[in-house]
């Protein structure tokens, strides 16, 4: 009987251990790409990548905001720092085939990858 409940217990670790989703893909997408979205009124929203910095930017017309500075990247979301003003931005994400799923403070925005 202890033989049959190691067993199972054994296989039930390597069973539950199994079920974990590698995302470990999903933080080389994101920063290996630059993403974008255009608007039909003419906005442009882009988030690019290059090295250790991250600059996500918004244009409207002739209204823009930039958020520029080193990055942290985790499998789910990513952190631009901007010491200038003393200010973090967290980002959650989620890459969706040739989009990104991009959510800050509760509001999300599909950007497209540029090629």
């Known amino acids: 009987m202890k033989k049959y409940v190691a067993a199972v217990l054994i296989l039930s670790v390597f069973l539950l251990c199994s079920c974990s989703k590698d ?3 999903c933080k080389t997408e994101l920063t290996t790409s630059k993403w974008q ?9 882009n988030l690019e990548f290059e090295n250790d910095s991250a600059k996500f930017s918004i244009n409207n017309a002739d209204k823009s905001c930039v958020i520029s ?3 942290i990247a985790g499998d789910s979301t ?3 720092f901007v010491p200038e003003i003393a200010q973090n931005y967290g980002f959650d994400y989620n890459p ?14 599909m950007l497209d990858k540029c090629d």
């Open 23 to 25: 995302t470990s893909g």
């Open 37 to 45: 979205k255009i608007y039909d009124s003419g906005a442009e929203v």
């Open 69 to 71: 500075g080193k990055y």
């Open 78 to 80: 990513f952190v631009i």
């Open 96 to 109: 969706k085939n040739s989009s990104l799923e991009l959510t800050f403070e509760g509001n999300t925005i």
